[in-house]
């Protein structure tokens, strides 16, 4: 069902009962991933979630929580995710909705971009096909439609080399500083800084020697460790 047709039928639904709620109701409509140039349109269109992805941290539903992406092979890469939350659609629509940057700036190689999802007037998905996120915000407060966000990385592996790219999105802001896109819906439950409920969207990159495992447990596990180890570490500062 068309987006714009289903959110109108939740919200005359709506406005016929009594139904409130103490707490926003967040709900992901769209996600996916681009790799190396390969896109995995998983929300959607149905796409397999790829084998170098670990979502075991990532609600698909509510859309809250944490997608890695893990590299290896000498060379140029790229990891982008898109995303596409609704705030209490069937309650005041998903075009009520603005988007910021929390702190933080982009970090070496990093991209990001808020915009309407394209069903209108947005290029976001485009740019998420194509890699060329324009860092750009069309959505910001007083200028309220449909809000999406996309972060990307491009970074050069050294032939010893693998990465791990963590992406996170929070009903709060724990990106201990780093570049952080916001999705607010002012009318929602007070949750976020603006007043309303906020889902706050952000990115780090790890790098570290090569030989490490398969994405799993422990993979993830090691992948965690590489700063303990004093490896060098890109963030979004």
Do not use: C
Not at 128 to 137: E, Q, R, V
Not at 156 to 177: I, M
Request: proline share 4%.
């Amino acid at each position: 069902m068309n987006k714009k047709i289903s959110a109108l039928i939740g919200f005359a639904f709506f406005s016929l009962t009594s139904l409130s709620a103490n707490a926003a109701i967040i709900g992901l409509y769209d996600w996916g991933v681009n790799i190396d140039g390969t896109v995995s349109e998983i929300g959607l269109l149905g796409d397999p979630i790829p084998g170098s992805v670990d979502v075991s941290g990532f609600n698909q539903t509510s859309g809250l929580g944490r997608i890695d992406i893990f590299f290896s092979g000498a060379g140029a890469h790229n990891a982008l995710t898109f995303v596409d939350h609704e705030i209490d659609e069937a309650i005041n629509t998903f075009f009520n909705e603005n988007g910021t940057s929390s702190g933080g700036a982009l970090g070496a190689g990093q991209t990001a971009e808020i915009d309407e999802p394209g069903f209108v007037f947005g290029d976001i998905y485009t740019n998420f096909l194509n890699n060329s996120l324009d860092n750009t915000n069309s959505l910001l407060p007083g200028n309220e439609d449909d809000v999406s966000m996309a972060i990307g990385w491009d970074f050069t592996l050294g032939a010893d080399e693998v990465a791990v790219a963590s992406f996170f999105t929070s009903l709060t802001n724990d990106s201990g500083g780093l570049f952080t896109l916001e999705q607010n819906d002012p009318d929602s439950s007070p949750v976020g800084a603006q007043g309303g409920t906020s889902i706050f969207f952000w990115s780090d990159l790890d790098i570290g020697p090569a030989g490490l495992p398969e994405p799993g447990t422990l993979g993830l596990a090691l992948f965690g460790m590489l700063s303990a180890f004093g490896l060098r570490r890109r963030k979004l500062q």
